[in-house]
């Protein structure tokens, strides 16, 4: 395959990297994302570090496990006076309750409550229609390979983000 010419110093692009159209669209897909997070939120006094907290929460919950502020902190890369805020004003709205949890009841679990799934679903529930009738026009074979590509990009982006993060770029 013949390097494309583009935007890369002295006009050519590495054969390893993607093809820019695809990337292209992955951004403009993430900024799209993005925005529709920004709009679901405020419309509900609720902040993207809010949702994504949510997103967490639900992910961890759903895969059985206890789901402690300190996880909230490492996956939302936040800081610890951050993360008790953020935790703060989940609970103040309604969305997640403080447990004890272990032997001694020193470790806390956030779950979410039933207001959360509630409002998530009524925040969501008008992108997850949309994008369906989307997949709609799309074969069982060619949503398989979309998945794919999807899950690869994932996997991408978080062996070059620590990559990055190693090399202190």
Excluded: C, W
């Amino acid at each position: 395959m013949a390097a494309a010419s583009g935007p890369h110093p002295g006009g050519e692009r590495p054969e390893t990297a993607a093809p820019q159209d695809l990337v292209r669209l992955l951004q403009d897909f993430t900024l799209e994302a993005n925005h529709y997070v920004d709009a679901a939120g405020g419309r509900n006094d609720m902040h993207r570090t809010d949702l994504n907290a949510l997103a967490v929460i639900m992910r961890h919950s759903a895969a059985g496990r206890v789901v402690t502020p300190g996880i909230l902190r490492n996956e939302l890369r936040l800081s610890s006076p951050a993360t008790t805020a953020l935790v703060d004003r989940l609970h103040a709205s309604g969305h997640v309750v403080r447990e004890r949890v272990g032997t001694d009841r020193r470790q806390i679990q956030l779950v979410m409550t039933p207001k959360a799934y509630r409002d998530g679903s009524a925040m969501f529930m008008p992108l997850a229609v949309r994008m369906g009738q989307a997949m709609g026009a799309y074969s069982a074979d060619e949503l398989d390979v979309v998945r794919r590509f999807m899950s690869d990009m994932i996997e991408a982006t978080i062996a070059a983000r620590t990559e990055t993060a190693e090399n202190g770029n």
